[in-house]
């Protein structure tokens, strides 16, 4: 069941997201439904409405076998700012 929801945004927010929603052949009410849903993770099985940009980008870019995670990115630069030795565990 829906229900109305009032939010206080800028003007120049509100236009831009309409031009968006009605180039990408959506609602305003959508965007922020979906928004709102990937910021609780409450509908753990959303997918992009088929035919959006996100569901057509979906999967174009590889990662090289070399891409490092932001775990690794992060403990390397905590020892290269504070000179630590990493853990052997």
Same mark, same amino acid.
């Given at each position: ?6 939010? /206080? @945004? ?5 236009? +831009? *997201? ?8 959506? /609602?305003? /009410?959508?965007? $922020?439904?979906?928004? =709102? ?5 409450? !509908? ?7 035919? *959006?940009? $996100?569901?057509?980008? *979906?999967? $174009?870019?590889?990662?090289?076998? *070399? =891409? +490092?995670?932001?775990?690794? $990115?992060?403990?390397?630069?905590? @020892? ?6 990493? !853990? /052997?565990?």
């Amino acid at each position: 069941m829906k229900e109305k929801l009032t939010l /206080s @945004i800028d003007k120049k927010s509100i236009k +831009k *997201s309409k031009r968006y929603a009605k180039t990408h052949g959506t /609602s305003v /009410s959508s965007m $922020v439904e979906a928004y =709102f849903d990937s910021l609780t993770e409450e !509908n753990a099985d959303w997918r992009p409405k088929s035919g *959006s940009i $996100v569901e057509q980008l *979906s999967g $174009v870019a590889t990662l090289p076998d *070399s =891409f +490092k995670s932001y775990d690794e $990115v992060l403990e390397q630069a905590l @020892i290269d700012k504070y000179g630590l030795q990493k !853990n /052997s565990d």
